[in-house]
């Protein structure tokens, strides 16, 4: 595949794998989260397979899968398309890379291995390297965590904060809000499927669904900062589809 038509600029999604209530990929909604990305947020470009999107709890195969409905759903709706083929084996890594680039993804992102590591820079360049190779017309993305790798790179950021809407101010609110009553992957689904509509279902093991605590007081939060569309998603209607 040839380089992306355009430089990848503006938001990208990193997107929620949706899943059924026994723990399988909920495929059947992803073209709605497209156009819900694309029609009601304005997103056009999209991070798959990444944390969010619990990306190492899936099969290699299921990865695989994944991808391609992104890719397929997203046609000529999406910019772009980014996968991140981070895995902890170098071989999984390249097979999913080279996948990636069979499928038409704009491009691959990748996180360094974290249980037998990368400990000096230059082995962790050498490591993505090789995975870049795997798919050489493909823009390569480093997925920086250095918590779990335990590498520090240097990374500039420039511009300010100046531009802030009130949208953006209610939304930190938000997020200030929920971080304080326990905030990660799985919230995010019980949120996302609150705002979206769209029923995400519960995360896969290890991971345990959020309380219906949290969906409550998220729910509450949401209505009284004005971003809740969907109020009738309560009592059984947050599960996923099966």
Same mark, same amino acid.
């Given at each position: &595949? ?16 949706? &899943?059924?209530?026994? =723990? ?15 029609? %009601?947020? =304005? ?9 969010? =999107? ?50 038409? /993804? ?27 190779? /795997? ?48 905030? =990660?992957?799985?919230?995010?689904? /019980?949120? &996302? ?6 029923? &995400? ?17 998220? %729910? ?23």
């Amino acid at each position: &595949m040839a380089f992306p038509k355009k430089k990848l600029q503006g938001l990208v999604a990193a997107t929620i794998t949706p &899943m059924t209530e026994n =723990g399988e990929i909920n495929f059947s909604v992803i073209g709605q989260y497209v156009d819900y990305l694309v029609k %009601e947020q =304005g997103v056009k470009n999209i991070f798959v397979n990444g944390t969010t =999107g619990e990306g190492l709890s899936l099969s290699v195969s299921e990865r695989r899968q994944v991808a391609e409905e992104w890719v397929t759903k997203g046609k000529d709706k999406l910019d772009q398309v980014i996968i991140h083929v981070g895995a902890l084996s170098l071989k999984e890594s390249q097979e999913l890379a080279q996948h990636a680039a069979e499928i038409g /993804a704009d491009g691959i992102a990748v996180i360094a291995p974290f249980f037998l590591k990368p400990w000096t820079k230059d082995i962790l360049i050498n490591f993505l390297k090789e995975v870049a190779a /795997a798919a050489p017309a493909l823009p390569f993305y480093y997925y920086h965590i250095p918590a779990l790798t335990g590498v520090k790179t240097t990374v500039e950021c420039s511009g300010d904060g100046s531009n802030w809407s009130s949208g953006q101010f209610c939304i930190q609110r938000f997020i200030n809000f929920v971080v304080k009553l326990g905030f =990660g992957v799985s919230q995010t689904k /019980a949120i &996302m499927t609150l705002v979206s509509g769209i029923p &995400m279902g519960p995360p896969r093991l290890p991971l345990q669904k959020a309380s219906r605590e949290f969906t409550d007081s998220a %729910e509450a939060k949401l209505k009284s900062l004005d971003f809740l569309s969907f109020t009738d998603l309560k009592d059984g209607n947050l599960e996923a589809g099966s």
